[in-house]
């Protein structure tokens, strides 16, 4: 029976709830080491190793060098991995020399200068994108199922359908308004970035009424592009199905609302670091 490991770095767990709702794997995988649930000094020899969190501190740093040495299959799992996550969006200069005076004090790990992804550091075999991946993704990984397909774009999963003669003129926000079950969240009004958005969730967000907020990440036609090419794109589709006002469309895309997840879409084009080629993403 193959053998893999979960190392969590800094993250909020979510990643590692979502492995436990995969209940296929247990009869093909031995979890050998997930803090979570599985109790051990270190990560051991393993067929694949699982990586989700962000390099936030020198113990993050230090147990992910260590326990990459060890495993075949490197996996950087979930936002945080891939992006750095929420504490990636906090790395204000203030805040950093507020935490690095408290370097010395006892078992308070000495915070980095800001938050890293796993590939800063260490070569990875494989991204799974999402906030947190579903349990399909996971099972995607540890099993490559013969009949697993991801789709291109996070629209295509959704099935709602997209009216011509329905163009709303002002955005709505997350939270107001009714929706309806069967028509397209942004004929709605609603800021949904489905269509350029990583594919293979199954839409779960847009099919409940909540627009997709891309934390799957870029679909393969902008994943080696700048953001800029993205934000040009959504906006034509905005422009193309509403009759909402551009600098409305521009305000929007930019809101915190979907800051942590369309702004890491630059990451995978490179910039500082090499580029996350296409074929290395589920």
Known sequence: MKRFAVLQLSGCAGCEVALLNAEAWVTQYRLVYMPLVVSAEEVPA?????????????????????????????????????????????????????????????????LLPKSHPVDAFVGVDLYVPGCPPTA?????????????????????????????????????????????????LINQGYLCVGSSTRGGCRAPCPRA??????????????????????????????ASMTNVPEAEIEQGLRSPQLAMFLFQFSDYAGGDRHPRPKEKVL
């Open 209 to 238: 009424g909540h627009p997709c907020v891309g934390c799957r990440g870029p679909s393969d036609v902008f994943i080696e592009k700048e953001s800029g090419v993205w934000f040009t794109s959504i906006k034509r589709v905005f």
């Open 46 to 110: 393993v067929d694949v190793l699982l990586i989700s969190g962000g390099v936030r501190t020198d113990e993050d740093l230090y147990k992910l060098r260590r326990s990459v040495k060890n495993a075949r299959q490197v996996v950087a799992v979930g936002t945080c991995a891939i992006s750095g996550g929420v504490a990636n969006l906090g790395d204000r200069d203030e805040v950093r020399a507020l935490f690095l005076t408290e370097a010395d004090r006892p078992h308070v790990p000495r």
């Open 136 to 184: 399909e993704l996971f099972m995607a990984v540890l099993t490559n199922p013969q009949n697993f397909q991801a789709g291109k774009v996070v629209c295509q999963e959704c099935g709602r359908q997209k009216l011509k003669d329905m163009k709303p003129t002002h955005l709505l926000g997350f939270q107001q308004g009714e929706v309806r079950p069967d028509i397209c």
